[in-house]
């Protein structure tokens, strides 16, 4: 299984950009998706996530400015960012829990990180 993202780079305080996440493998299913960032010196902090039913959930830094959406078709999850802050710059991570065969737990795995560096 493997996780590929895209979309990261630079932008001006103000503007928007949209990451993609796609999920490619032996998959059965996928519970979430989940998009991290990691800002030089921090800890990685969940963004946003979205179950299999859609229902999706947000960092309070995040909240009326990112929203994220997945397509359980093509197995991809994206994150269109607007009303980009200085402090929203960090590496961008994309994480999904997959369950490989009917029976396994789901397990999580994660795409290379992007890099998302918004000018002020």
């Known amino acids: 299984v493997q996780l590929q993202a895209s979309g990261g780079g630079l932008v001006q305080a103000g503007g928007s950009l949209r990451l993609s996440c796609t999920a490619s493998g032996s998959i059965f299913s996928i519970n979430a998706f989940g998009w991290y960032r990691q800002a030089p010196g921090e800890q990685r902090e969940l963004v946003a996530s979205?179950?299999?039913?859609?229902?999706?959930n947000y960092a309070d830094s995040v909240k009326g400015r990112f929203t994220i959406s997945r397509d359980n078709a093509k197995k991809t999850a994206s994150l269109q960012m607007s009303s980009l802050r200085s402090e929203d710059t960090a590496v961008y991570y994309c994480r999904a829990d997959i369950r490989v065969r009917r029976y396994n737990l789901p397990a999580p795995f994660w795409g290379q990180g992007t890099q998302v560096t918004v000018s002020s």
């Open positions: 979205v179950a299999s039913d859609m229902i999706a």
